[in-house]
């Protein structure tokens, strides 16, 4: 008996309750997508309740000469690009691009929904490391509008599990260590969710925290304070360079340094995962005293930190097309009522990150509010 072997055209992955698939007709552009958005364990998110995406990428400069001609009404912004709606709810990039727009513009491309399916069209002159950067952020705004309808709340902030599986969500200011202490729980026997952006999603027993798309970004200062700085300058990395390149020999050294999740269990030795059920949230602030504090908070102020934190959706002029379920949709109120709350008080500089995962890690902070059920699943 034979087996078929894997089609290397289509690259296939799950977050939280999404399971996506993306399909193309050139093997280099899916194994491309693959490597920034593929996490390195297995999803834990139950089989049950999850939504499948499909997308699929192809070139078709006729359809996209069509769409600009009846492509009108005002522009809508998804990252960096400007789009323009067709009569049949296709998105047309439209040239003019945000005034703060800092990256390299995408080509002309356009995103359309029929049929249960997402097409991404490209001209034909597209090379495939552009339709490769385009399908990476359009699936990824995909997966943020489904997470949206399905009540999740995008925050700035870093997420890791300890060893029980348990996500650990750091808020707070750029600055104040979220991605440090992240980097570190998951290095203890973890797993890093995410890096610099968190969806906290209603789903099975609970609260979870789901990766809006991994991709970690940091400082020199955090490899530095966590011994990795020399490792990483001897690392060749996808999104610097072409992946063959050490950092250490590239023009320019970047000022924050991003890793695909391959990368990260290669180069920073941790695990990635999608999601986790979400098992505590740790508000941050600076130091107070010489050394880390941690201390208990109201759901009240857990909500209020939730809120200062909280941005908007990733998805731009993407929606999800389907209705959402409203029994899932607990809002903030929801989310500090089941969840456990703690403030700490750091300074990544001075102090150590492990110090400050043991103060805020321990029983009495954060634990869950009086009468109120965890997260649990």
Same mark, same amino acid.
């Given at each position: 008996?034979?087996?078929?072997?894997p089609d290397r055209r289509t690259a296939t992955a799950q977050w939280g309750p999404v399971a996506w698939s993306?399909?193309?007709?050139?093997?280099?552009?899916?194994?491309?997508?693959?490597?920034?958005?593929?996490?390195?364990?297995?999803?834990?998110?139950?089989?049950?309740?999850?939504?499948?995406?499909?997308?699929?990428?192809?070139?078709?400069?006729?359809?996209?000469?069509?769409?600009?001609?009846?492509?009108?009404?005002?522009?809508?912004?998804?990252?960096?690009?400007?789009?323009?709606?067709?009569?049949?709810?296709?998105?047309?990039?439209?040239?003019?691009?945000?005034?703060?727009?800092?990256?390299?513009?995408?080509?002309?491309?356009?995103?359309?929904?029929?049929?249960?399916?997402?097409?991404?069209?490209?001209?034909?002159?597209?090379?495939?490391?552009?339709?490769?950067?385009?399908?990476?952020?359009?699936?990824?705004?995909?997966?943020?509008?489904?997470?949206?309808?399905?009540?999740?709340?995008?925050v700035h902030a870093s997420a890791a599990t300890g060893r029980d599986g348990r996500a650990v969500v750091f808020?707070?200011?750029?600055?104040?260590?979220?991605?440090?202490?992240?980097?570190?729980?998951?290095?203890?026997?973890?797993?890093?969710?995410?890096?610099?952006?968190?969806?906290?999603?209603?789903?099975?027993?609970?609260?979870?925290?789901?990766? *809006? %798309? /991994?991709?970690?970004?940091?400082?020199?200062?955090? #490899?530095?304070?966590?011994?990795?700085?020399? &490792?990483?300058? =001897? $690392?060749?990395?996808?999104?610097?360079?072409?992946?063959?390149?050490?950092?250490?020999?590239?023009?320019?050294?970047?000022?924050?340094?991003?890793?695909?999740?391959?990368?990260?269990?290669?180069?920073?030795?941790?695990?990635?995962?999608?999601?986790?059920?979400?098992?505590?949230?740790?508000?941050?602030?600076?130091?107070?005293?010489?050394?880390?504090?941690?201390?208990?908070?109201?759901?009240?102020?857990?909500?209020?930190?939730?809120?200062?934190?909280?941005?908007?959706?990733?998805?731009?002029?993407?929606?999800?097309?389907?209705?959402?379920?409203?029994?899932?949709?607990?809002?903030? *109120? %929801? /989310?500090?009522?089941?969840?456990?709350?703690?403030? #700490?008080?750091?300074?990544?500089?001075?102090? &150590?990150?492990? =110090? $400050?995962?043991?103060r805020v890690l321990a029983d009495a902070p954060g634990a869950p509010p009086s009468g109120r059920r965890s997260?649990?699943?």
């Amino acid at each position: 008996m034979t087996t078929e072997p894997p089609d290397r055209r289509t690259a296939t992955a799950q977050w939280g309750p999404v399971a996506w698939s993306y399909t193309a007709g050139d093997d280099a552009e899916t194994a491309r997508v693959a490597a920034q958005l593929v996490t390195t364990t297995p999803s834990v998110w139950p089989s049950y309740g999850r939504i499948r995406l499909r997308v699929r990428s192809t070139c078709d400069r006729a359809a996209l000469d069509r769409l600009e001609r009846v492509a009108s009404g005002p522009a809508r912004r998804l990252r960096e690009e400007n789009y323009r709606r067709a009569p049949d709810g296709t998105w047309l990039s439209c040239g003019n691009r945000p005034a703060d727009a800092a990256e390299p513009a995408l080509p002309r491309h356009a995103v359309g929904h029929q049929n249960g399916q997402w097409t991404i069209l490209h001209d034909d002159g597209s090379g495939t490391e552009q339709r490769a950067r385009t399908g990476d952020i359009v699936l990824r705004a995909l997966v943020s509008a489904a997470l949206t309808a399905l009540g999740g709340l995008t925050v700035h902030a870093s997420a890791a599990t300890g060893r029980d599986g348990r996500a650990v969500v750091f808020l707070g200011d750029s600055g104040t260590g979220k991605s440090t202490l992240a980097l570190r729980l998951a290095r203890a026997g973890g797993c890093l969710v995410s890096g610099d952006r968190t969806l906290l999603v209603p789903g099975p027993g609970g609260w979870w925290a789901v990766g *809006a %798309g /991994l991709l970690p970004r940091f400082r020199w200062g955090t #490899l530095e304070g966590l011994g990795l700085a020399m &490792r990483v300058r =001897d $690392a060749a990395l996808l999104r610097h360079g072409d992946g063959r390149c050490r950092l250490a020999d590239l023009p320019r050294t970047p000022d924050k340094v991003v890793f695909t999740p391959a990368e990260s269990e290669r180069v920073l030795d941790v695990r990635t995962a999608d999601c986790a059920p979400l098992g505590k949230l740790v508000v941050l602030s600076p130091a107070e005293g010489d050394v880390p504090a941690a201390r208990a908070v109201t759901p009240e102020a857990t909500a209020a930190a939730v809120r200062a934190h909280s941005l908007s959706s990733d998805a731009g002029c993407l929606v999800w097309p389907f209705p959402i379920r409203p029994a899932q949709v607990r809002g903030v *109120a %929801g /989310l500090v009522e089941e969840v456990a709350g703690s403030a #700490l008080a750091w300074d990544p500089v001075p102090h &150590r990150a492990e =110090d $400050a995962l043991l103060r805020v890690l321990a029983d009495a902070p954060g634990a869950p509010p009086s009468g109120r059920r965890s997260s649990a699943p």
